[in-house]
């Protein structure tokens, strides 16, 4: 069975400001990693992914995580946040080889940016 | 707009009585995930189809519940003797099998229970 653990249930900083959200997962198998972002009001999003090759991966809007074998991490984070970054979010895995989405997920890090 | 819709968005129950709460995936995607979401906590997988065959349910999913997606395109969630700690956010998600792979699956924006 996989676990994830997110380190901060909220994390409020301000407009322009650096963040980094913290996820740590345990699984005795390979992992597929994930980070999902919920806006006010809207369904869960994919924001980006770990499959295999480079272990540093982008999202469109300026984020970043790093998956870190060794520490069992896969931090985001994001050199200078906006306020449209307000938003719960969530680090998830997948087993390798699943065929099919059962994601376990993290329970969540709400980050408020504010002005 | 040809995201994932739930519906009801919100559904306030006396403990006992049955409801159902219905997901309409994107079109073109052949799998549709539940999902179960309480207060603090991240979605917890209930159960996923590949068209209309349930292929796998969690433990989590007690006889009370049960899902079906009959043609294999919208899907209905049923909660029999509805007991206060069903209370949750229950999610719908679906995914093209490209993106299953990837993880990218697409989620509605869930339909909220209060039981009473």
């Known amino acids: 069975a996989q676990s994830v653990t997110q380190l901060d249930s909220q994390v409020p900083v301000f407009e322009e400001a650096p963040v980094e959200l913290r996820c740590n997962y345990s699984?005795?198998?390979?992992?597929?990693l994930f980070w999902y972002v919920q806006y006010p009001n809207q369904g869960l999003q994919l924001l980006l992914k770990?499959?295999?090759?480079?272990?540093l991966v982008e999202s469109i809007n300026g984020f970043e995580a790093e998956f870190n074998k060794s520490q069992t991490s896969f931090h985001l984070r994001k050199p200078s946040v906006h306020i449209s970054d307000t938003a719960e979010y969530f680090c998830a895995v997948s087993r390798v080889g699943t065929s099919y989405g059962k994601l376990t997920f993290g329970q969540g890090t709400i980050l408020t940016v504010h002005p | 707009d040809t995201g994932v819709s739930q519906n009801p968005r919100h559904k306030i129950t006396k403990r006992g009585q049955n409801v159902t709460f219905r997901c309409d995936p994107i079109s073109e995607h052949n799998r549709l995930y539940w999902y179960r979401q309480t207060l603090g906590q991240g979605p917890e997988f209930l159960t996923y189809f590949q068209n209309e065959a349930q292929l796998e349910k969690s433990r989590l999913l007690s006889d009370r519940f049960s899902a079906e997606r009959p043609k294999g395109s919208f899907s209905t969630l049923e909660i029999q003797r509805t007991e206060q700690g069903d209370s949750a956010m229950y999610l719908c998600?679906?995914?093209?099998?490209?993106?299953?792979?990837?993880?990218?699956?697409?989620f509605g924006e869930g339909s909220r229970l209060t039981v009473l």
């Open positions: 770990y499959l295999s090759g480079s272990t």
């Open positions: 699984s005795s198998v390979s992992v597929y």
């Open positions: 998600a679906s995914s093209s099998p490209s993106g299953t792979n990837t993880g990218e699956l697409f």
